[in-house]
């Protein structure tokens, strides 16, 4: 009955492949997130979706092409891997804009 | 985009010993949250603050929205060795679309 799950937990891949991540919440939220978080713990968001409409679209790569297929999903397509995208991605969700977010418990790439 | 001002930044404690931490911010907030990451694992809510001045509980751990809204601390007394992880602090402001995140504080508690 986990809340907010993501797929893979692991990751790993050499560059210039692509590759997505899942992320599935069952709180019943209308607002979803990605966030990466570097080397240095730094938790940065990406994108943010409410009711299937991108909302955010922060400074990322248009390698990146995050699609929510409704409520409840919003998935992250990355193209042409590179090193610097080594990082854990963590995917969120809340009722409303930025109420209290609720985490799944990250994928973690490392690019080859 | 903006950061909050999070301190410590890393806290090695004895087992037993009570914990602060604090976020610091140059504008208004109307709600803090506090979160804490386990190793390998997703951040988890602790505590949310919706009021100026409040003070709130969670077992061990007390939170403090400051009635400037500027600020938040974090307590955690007599601290065990499952009270390790990164403590982030967020604080959302009425008309924002998103969270604002401390840059967190490692927390190492030794037995």
């Known amino acids: 009955d986990t809340a907010v799950s993501q797929t893979p937990k692991y990751l790993v891949t050499q560059m210039g492949n692509d590759k997505s991540i899942k992320c599935e919440q069952n709180?019943?939220?209308?607002?979803m997130y990605w966030y990466k978080q570097d080397s240095k713990k730094f938790l940065k968001i990406m994108f943010s979706?409410?009711?299937?409409?991108?909302?955010i679209n922060e400074t990322v790569p248009n390698r990146f092409s995050p699609k929510s297929p409704d409520k409840a999903h919003l998935n992250l397509h990355i193209n042409s891997l590179e090193l610097g995208d080594s990082a854990v991605y963590f995917c969120?969700?809340?009722?409303?804009?930025?109420?209290?977010?609720?985490f799944g418990p990250g994928t973690r790439l490392l690019v080859l | 985009g903006q950061q909050l001002n999070q301190s410590p930044q890393s806290m090695f404690i004895q087992e037993g010993e009570d914990v602060s931490m604090n976020c610091t911010s140059s504008?208004?907030?109307?709600?803090w949250l506090w979160y804490k990451q386990d190793p390998g694992e997703g951040p988890v809510l602790l505590i949310a603050?919706?009021?100026?001045?409040e003070l709130t509980s969670n077992g061990r751990l007390t939170a403090q929205f400051g009635i400037t809204r500027k600020d938040s601390f974090l307590n955690i007394s007599a601290s065990i060795p499952s009270d390790v992880g990164i403590y982030f602090c967020?604080?959302?402001?009425?008309?924002?679309?998103?969270?604002?995140f401390g840059s967190g504080t490692q927390l190492t508690v030794l037995p």
């Open positions: 603050l919706y009021k100026a001045g």
């Open positions: 504008s208004i907030f109307n709600t």
């Open positions: 969120a969700s809340s009722q409303g804009f930025a109420e209290t977010q609720y």
């Open positions: 967020a604080g959302h402001k009425g008309s924002a679309r998103q969270l604002t």
């Open positions: 709180l019943g939220h209308d607002t």
């Open positions: 979706y409410n009711n299937k409409e991108l909302i």
